[in-house]
């Protein structure tokens, strides 16, 4: 029989898939409540931490409620039950439900937010609107005897050195010949005082972070056989990466833009806001942007990118009046905050499923929390009052 699951065991397999160092600075992803040696058996993932989610969660028997949009966003100084969040806080406690939060580091991810609204419109091809910077990774270099070799590797790794990706331990390395003279003063551990030597040599090369270093160089001089040993560390400029902000992809054929809106509207789940689009209605699209959530700090980026359409949420009167008078500007569908972040959780249920290796039972919320319940009034065009 399989070792049950405990909340730090969860947290760990969603992390490795959305790592919290990746979220933007101003965000509070992670664990807001629960005991990491609870055990877990039932997860249930909505988009908003509300009274009503809540109670969803515990009458479902979830042990965990993973949501995308934190509690406590803010600065709090209570959590009584007086005040809104206060009483989810109570509730997640009374009903012995963990609150665990994926938030801007969801949306960047591989498998995140932003590829799972890309999915809804079989898009092909996407890569990031917006990529994210690089991780800053050093190069150490040092020249260690043949025979002492791959010790001083394995010890630099075990130290943080050569992790690359899901990868450890990797280095690259080259045999030469090392050549000094110890003079006065010096404790040769080959050779001797006054004579030159010459010692078959290799020259390993691993990546470090750069916060890694000290560690690394401290760990290096320990298992060095050299009194002095000769290394070197080469700054390197942070690649872009592969995940980011936002995407951008072709769809599997030319539609118009108003079979597009139609397709969203359909493919999304349906809020009172319902889809609003800015352009010719019978312009032919191919290529999309896109970004859940809040997207107006992305318009000049989805016009760079020569997207046709850039769908969102949440777009401002001002911004997109100012993004549709740009030359060449592409054409806006404008989607509830919520719906087009939905999408994500059964991807990232399927994911915890498969992570977990069948462990978990996991439940995916259709409970509607975009905030608006009706809308009158709407037209199809502008026109005058």
């Known amino acids: 029989m399989d070792a049950p699951l405990h909340l730090h065991d969860v947290i760990d397999f ?16 992670g664990l807001v409540v629960g005991d990491p040696v609870a055990p877990v058996e039932r997860v249930l993932f909505a988009i908003d931490p509300t009274e009503e989610v809540v109670a969803e969660a ?65 898009l092909s091809g996407t890569r990031p609107l917006v990529p994210a910077p690089g991780q800053a990774l050093d190069v150490l270099v040092v020249y260690v005897p043949e025979e ?19 990868y450890t331990g990797c280095a690259w390395s080259v045999s030469g010949t090392g050549e000094f003279t110890p003079h006065d003063g010096a404790d040769p551990t080959i050779g001797q005082v006054g004579r030159h030597e010459r010692v078959a040599e290799r020259r390993i090369e691993m990546v470090v972070p750069p916060q890694r270093r000290e560690q690394v160089v401290a760990a290096l001089r320990e298992a060095h056989p050299y009194e002095e040993p000769a290394f070197s560390f080469l700054t390197t400029a942070a690649p872009a990466s592969a995940v980011g902000s936002g995407r951008v992809g072709y769809l599997p054929y030319e539609i118009t833009l108003r079979e597009l809106a139609e397709q969203v509207a359909t493919a999304l789940p349906a809020t009172a ?62 989607a509830a905050h919520w719906a087009t972040e939905w999408p994500w959780l059964p991807v990232a249920a399927r ?7 069948g462990r978990l039972e996991t439940i995916v919320s259709t409970r509607v929390t975009d905030p608006w319940t009706i809308r009158l009034g709407a037209a199809e065009t502008g026109g005058t009052p």
């Open 148 to 166: 002492d070799a791959e010790q001083l590797r394995g010890t630099l790794a075990a130290a943080g050195a050569g992790a690359v990706g899901d």
């Open 58 to 122: 515990a009458a479902a028997g979830a042990d965990l409620l993973v949501t995308h949009h934190p509690l406590l966003l803010k600065p709090v100084h209570s959590v009584a039950a007086t005040s809104a969040k206060g009483r989810v806080v109570h509730s997640l406690i009374s009903a012995g439900v963990a609150l665990y939060v994926a938030h801007t580091n969801a949306d960047i991810a591989a498998g995140g937010v932003n590829e799972a609204l890309a999915a809804t419109l079989d």
């Open 273 to 334: 806001q319902g889809i609003r689009v800015s352009g010719d209605l019978d312009q032919v699209v191919s290529t999309v942007a896109v970004c859940g959530g809040s997207g107006d700090a992305y318009l000049d980026a989805a016009h760079r990118s020569g997207a046709d359409v850039y769908l969102t949420a949440d777009l401002r009167h001002h911004r997109a009046e100012e993004a549709r008078a740009e030359s060449g500007a592409p054409a806006l569908i404008d």
């Open 14 to 29: 969603l992390e490795r898939r959305y790592p919290p160092a990746t979220a933007e600075p101003w965000d509070a992803v």
């Open 351 to 357: 994911a915890l499923d498969t992570d977990a290796g």
